[in-house]
């Protein structure tokens, strides 16, 4: 049966250069999956090459999302069909304020136009969910955020949008004990109400701590060298990386 996800054999360069060497992975609807590796292993790319960015080329292998292939789909159109991503450094895009943002973005999602005052509601639970000031709807996109707001922000987006397979960059990186708390219980709500799949990529496990974890993989050098259970993780943490070095 095929999964919600499914990458098979996939290869990618940046420019001549190979950075993902035959990587499979399926994820099912509901399924919460880890992505571990050192710094530079090329998670970060496995997850743009999910969503779609242009500066990465596959020379061979396929991505199927939803019994589609979108090996070479837009972000656009990958976005529509259910795929969000999480960046590890959010960007700033001034002159769109968040809000304005979130609407063009959940009308594109759904296909149909939303009424403001639904939108507006909506967008306020949300927000006092993760505890964020309303005043940050009507900001510039990230301007002027911290780290954590701009964390938060992202969250926000990914609830707001109901995606089914949700892809987060080393979401918990360089944010404090409090911060950590809000973006995990923003993930737990993504579980419970909106049903979809995860793709957690860290190299750290603190946003780990609450989250029923299905499957972890482990990718060095651009390989999965190893896949388990959620005990891996504690594996990991107990010995690090280095017996995979060699493999």
Not at 55 to 81: C, E, H, W, Y
Not at 146 to 165: A, D, F, R, T, V
Not at 180 to 195: E, M, N, W
Request: with cysteine; net charge negative.
């Amino acid at each position: 049966m095929a999964g919600l996800l499914d990458i098979g054999l996939l290869n990618v360069n940046v420019s001549d250069k190979q950075i993902l060497h035959d990587v499979s992975l399926s994820i099912n609807t509901g399924e919460v999956h880890v992505l571990m590796g050192p710094n530079g292993a090329g998670k970060s790319t496995l997850g743009k090459v999910v969503i779609g960015d242009p500066a990465f080329q596959v020379t061979s292998g396929n991505i199927i999302f939803d019994n589609a292939d979108i090996t070479a789909m837009s972000p656009d159109k990958r976005a529509k069909l259910g795929l969000f991503m999480s960046f590890q450094n959010p960007p700033e895009i001034g002159g769109v304020s968040l809000s304005s943002f979130l609407r063009t973005a959940v009308e594109l999602r759904r296909g149909e136009r939303v009424k403001l005052w639904e939108f507006k509601k909506e967008l306020r639970e949300v927000m006092e969910l993760l505890e964020m000031d309303m005043s940050y709807a009507e900001r510039d996109l990230n301007v002027g955020f911290s780290g954590g707001e701009k964390k938060k922000s992202e969250i926000l987006q990914m609830l707001m949008l109901k995606p089914k397979l949700a892809v987060l960059d080393e979401t918990d990186s360089g944010l404090d004990v409090d911060a950590v708390r809000l973006v995990s219980k923003g993930i737990r709500h993504y579980i419970d109400t909106c049903g979809g799949s995860l793709l957690v990529i860290t190299h750290s496990t603190r946003i780990l701590e609450s989250i029923n974890v299905d499957r972890t993989h482990v990718l060095v050098n651009g390989n999965i060298v190893k896949t388990g259970s959620s005990e891996l993780i504690d594996e990991i943490n107990t010995n690090g990386f280095g017996e995979y070095s060699e493999v």
